[in-house]
C-alpha cells in the first residue's frame, strides 16, 4: 500500500520559513518522480514545484520562484519542499504527490498517489 506522509505543517509568521517533509512508502520511491501542491480554501489546487526520480531536475512555479526549493532523499525515501518569505497568501493545505513518469509535471491529473496534506497558516 503506496502511502505519502507530509509534515512540517503548522502555525507561522509571516516572513518565516518552512521546510515541509513527506515520507514515501511502499512505492520504489527512486523510480518516482515527486512534487508539491497546496490548496487555499475557495481556489484550485495550484502547483508548486516537482523533481525528477534522481533529484538532478527540478521545475517550479513561475509565481513562486525564488522562494521555493525541492529536494529528496532516495535513502530516506522523503521529499522536501523549502519555502521562504513566508505571507498570508501562502496559507493552504500543502499536499506531496507522486508520479511514476520520469517527467516533471504541474498537471495534478499527471500525479499516480497523494498524501493526506499538512495544513501550513501564516500570521501577519
Known amino acids: 500500500q503506496v502511502r505519502l506522509v507530509e509534515s512540517g505543517g503548522g502555525l507561522v509568521q509571516a516572513g518565516d520559513s518552512l521546510r515541509l517533509s513527506c515520507a514515501a512508502s511502499?512505492?520504489?520511491?527512486?523510480?518516482?518522480?515527486m512534487g508539491w501542491f497546496r490548496q487555499a480554501p475557495g481556489k484550485a489546487r495550484e502547483f508548486l514545484a516537482a523533481?525528477?526520480?534522481?533529484?538532478?531536475?527540478?521545475y517550479y512555479a513561475d509565481s513562486l520562484k525564488g522562494r521555493l526549493s525541492i529536494s529528496r532523499d532516495n535513502v530516506k525515501n522523503t521529499v522536501y519542499l523549502q519555502t521562504n518569505s513566508l505571507n498570508s497568501e501562502d496559507t493552504a493545505v500543502y499536499y506531496c504527490?507522486?508520479?511514476?513518469?520520469?517527467?516533471?509535471?504541474?498537471?495534478?491529473?499527471?500525479?499516480?498517489?497523494w498524501g493526506q496534506g499538512t495544513q501550513v497558516t501564516v500570521t501577519s
Open positions: 511502499g512505492l520504489t520511491f527512486s523510480q518516482f518522480a
Open positions: 523533481i525528477n526520480w534522481r533529484g538532478v531536475s527540478t
Open positions: 504527490a507522486a508520479d511514476r513518469t520520469y517527467g516533471l509535471s504541474n498537471n495534478p491529473n499527471e500525479y499516480d498517489y
